[in-house]
């Protein structure tokens, strides 16, 4: 697919849930679209009322090797214990495919207020 020929139009709910079962997780929940510049994020729940995000990455702007070189620091950063949402591994990958779209799944983590007076936040 060319940049000229790109668009996320065959991106529908039915190939989003496909592409989320073809890799075992069975979305539940409706499909919640995030804001994302360049790809296609979205928020759901599984059949155990667990939350994730998934992300459909956009043809052609990353290489995999970009890709996987960022799943592979996020999972350095929750190794040394910052916390980060990292993307999940399924049989040792975080990068799946589906009818020509890349996507990882991420746990929905919720955030949290930065306290600026707390010194040693500041420091970590």
């Known amino acids: 697919m060319s940049d000229a020929q790109f668009s ?13 079962e073809s890799v075992g997780i069975r979305p539940e929940s409706g ?22 995000v998934t992300k459909f990455y956009r043809p052609q702007r990353w290489s995999n090797a970009q890709i996987l070189e960022e799943h592979q620091f996020a999972f350095d ?3 040394a214990d910052i916390p980060v949402a990292a993307p999940i591994s399924l049989d040792g990958k975080s990068l799946f495919e589906h009818e ?9 983590v919720g955030g949290r207020t930065f ?10």
């Open 8 to 20: 996320f139009e065959h991106l529908t709910p039915d190939m989003l849930i496909n592409a989320l």
């Open 31 to 52: 499909l919640l679209p995030l804001n994302s510049y360049e790809n296609r994020v979205y928020q759901f729940q599984d059949e155990e009322r667990r939350r994730f």
């Open 77 to 79: 950063l929750e190794q």
């Open 100 to 108: 020509g779209y890349r996507f990882a799944v991420f746990p929905s």
């Open 115 to 124: 306290e600026v007076d707390n010194w040693d936040q500041l420091e970590w």
